[in-house]
């Protein structure tokens, strides 16, 4: 493909950049990207408010190394990110930059459970030009004295309401502190709480703010797949969607780890090999899931959204929600981790009739849901729902007149006419039980596991 080809052109960048764009199939640039990347190269403060799988990675990447002074050895960006998975995906990601660049270009991973020592005494020697890491570790580097972070020219703050919410926030403020006054802050943040505002206000001069609209960041290649539960248990469901859909690799997400870790050991006494992803798995642990989930050695995977927030596990032909969140951002999340590079995907969501204000809140952000129901071991389309629950609500409001339109039948109607409606009354009385004693079970199912959550 000829370099003019390559849409990133249009924010004039160093030709050796477009290059190495073009070199891992990077040629147009996305919505994020687009409207933020002309921005940042000018210098300026941004705040962008974007979802998993928005491209948000390389709106800050590009610019760092389109503005790299390649033969000058100290720190002139810094990356933060809550976690040190994401410290790994973001790691991995610059390193496949710069090595279809034709200079070197030193990068530096800190994180949590390393050998702190061994980093210091490497630091001793030499300053990279990008670091990339957890805040708690950037921080200890830099009050030793270790990492110099005086002259550096760009700070990321990546998964910034993430970073609030596990409580990193103060070891980012140390690190932004010891850092020039003229320095260039770039946030990024799924959603923007209260909480956020002060330290964005501190930091950050006249930034520019994009929130890019979920319709853009679901890829269109996704299928979202709505698959009501009845009374049947979620887990054979589950089991059944996992069985029936084959899938390449499955992401199956639980709202708590109580849950996620119910569905696992379920789905193993069923002769599945399951990964778990959670905060009840130890960092060590998770890492060495992640690499075998990499190598493709698990088809199944149960995470929570904390835990798996930002992760990068590439070949995901399928997620499925257990649940819908609490947080509703987290369905993008969730669902952004299929469909990816042009590939199709599959996104499954269970939900009981309790849970229709959530599904209506998430078709008004622009998710478009296809019905679903299990039958004869096959998942296949059935009526629009709220049809289905249009035609119940007309039926609730013939009740009460019901039985005087017998009465008023009664001396016209033909033989056998009586006794029909008579049936359906009796009909009508036992599927109202049944839909009482569902919604009760339900509620009950429910208050049990708000007590988990707590």
Do not use: C
């Not at 033909?414 to 029909?420: D, E, I, S």
């Amino acid at each position: 493909m000829a370099e003019t080809a390559n849409q990133f052109g249009q924010f004039n960048l160093k030709t050796e950049i477009i290059t190495a764009l073009t070199a891992i199939g990077f040629t147009q640039p996305t919505p994020v990207q687009a409207k933020l990347i002309p921005s940042i190269l000018k210098g300026n403060d941004v705040v962008g408010q974007s979802q998993t799988g928005s491209g948000k990675t390389h709106t800050f990447l590009i610019p760092i190394f389109n503005q790299l002074i390649k033969d000058e050895q100290y720190v002139q960006a810094v990356i933060t990110t809550p976690s040190r998975e994401l410290a790994a995906q973001i790691t991995k990601a610059a390193k496949d930059f710069a090595n279809k660049l034709a200079e070197d270009i030193t990068i530096s991973e800190f994180v949590g459970g390393t050998d702190k020592l061994r980093q210091i005494k490497q630091l001793e020697k030499n300053q990279p030009q990008i670091v990339i890491g957890t805040p708690g570790r950037i921080k200890d580097l830099a009050s030793s004295g270790a990492l110099k972070l005086h002259d550096v020219k760009t700070l990321v703050v990546d998964e910034a309401d993430m970073t609030l919410d596990l409580g990193f926030l103060n070891e980012v403020d140390f690190i932004a502190g010891a850092m020039p006054e003229k320095l260039q802050t770039l946030v990024f943040s799924a959603t923007m709480p209260e909480k956020l505002k002060p330290f964005l206000k501190k930091y950050l001069d006249n930034p520019q703010f994009e929130a890019i609209p979920v319709s853009t960041v679901i890829a269109d290649t996704i299928d979202n797949w709505l698959l009501a539960t009845k009374s049947k248990d979620r887990n054979d469901v589950i089991y059944q969607v996992l069985s029936i859909g084959n899938p390449y690799l499955a992401l199956v997400f639980a709202n708590t780890k109580e849950r996620a870790k119910e569905i696992a050991s379920n789905l193993r006494g069923r002769g599945l090999k399951i990964a778990e992803i959670h905060g009840d798995i130890e960092p060590r642990e998770r890492r060495r899931v992640m690499k075998s989930i990499q190598n493709l050695e698990y088809q199944y995977v149960v995470a929570t959204d904390l835990a798996a927030r930002g992760i990068d596990i590439e070949g995901v032909s399928h997620v499925i929600n257990d649940d819908i969140p609490d947080e509703l951002e987290f369905f993008v999340h969730r669902v952004g981790r299929t469909g990816r590079n042009g590939l199709a995907g599959v996104a499954i969501t269970l939900y009981g009739p309790d849970e229709e204000q959530e599904v209506a809140e998430l078709e008004a952000l622009g998710i478009n849901f296809k019905a679903k129901q299990i039958k004869e071991n096959e998942i296949v389309d059935i009526k629009d729902r709220r049809a289905r629950k249009q035609r119940v609500a007309t039926t609730k409001k013939l009740d009460p007149t019901m039985v005087g339109m017998v009465k008023k039948k009664k001396k016209i109607v033909k033989p056998g006419y009586k006794r029909r409606i008579k049936a359906a009354i009796q009909r009508k009385d036992q599927m109202d039980r049944r839909i009482s004693k569902r919604e009760d079970m339900r509620a009950v199912r429910k208050e049990n596991k708000k007590r988990g959550e707590k």
